[in-house]
């Protein structure tokens, strides 16, 4: 599974809860990016290390839709353009939990932070057993992320 290049920044991760093998929880030291594809079917968890701000590229409509789903209100007038390691992900287990610092009900840069419990318990991917940099959470096509928030 490769991840898509046009994605939605929805906030920064803090912690997540997932099941492999055993309970694990995972805490995000660096700065860690929580984006959604267009369609908001595929959540990522990027390192947030190499990014640069730009205006919005043409093409990039479902992503500002998505944004704008996501915010209610905020306009987009820049985007962030953030480096993807090309790197594929494999199957790692069943995320539990996300904790994220978003400003979906807030002010624009003034985040807050959310907890959400997953219900249906989507598949939980990375790039490696040992130190993940990219990861990414899918539930067979489903809807994840909404103007409610993150679902699922």
């Not at 990219?134 to 699922?152: C, D, E, M, N, Q």
């Amino acid at each position: 599974m490769n991840i898509t290049r046009r994605l939605t920044l929805l906030g920064t991760v803090y912690r997540i809860v997932w099941q492999g093998d055993r309970d694990r929880i995972t805490r995000f030291k660096k700065k860690t990016f929580l984006a959604c594809n267009g369609a908001g079917t595929s959540i990522y968890l990027l390192p947030g290390a190499k990014t640069k701000k730009i205006a919005v590229p043409g093409g990039y409509q479902k992503q500002k839709r998505m944004y704008l789903e996501w915010t209610e209100d905020h306009e987009v007038d820049s985007a962030l353009e953030i480096y993807v390691p090309d790197t594929p992900l494999r199957s790692r287990g069943r995320i539990l939990e996300v904790i994220y610092d978003s400003d979906k009900f807030s002010a624009r840069g003034r985040p807050k932070r959310y907890q959400h419990e997953f219900e249906s318990l989507p598949s939980l991917f990375n790039d490696s057993k040992k130190s993940p940099r990219v990861w990414a959470i899918r539930k067979s096509g489903k809807k994840l992320v909404t103007s409610r928030g993150i679902i699922g």
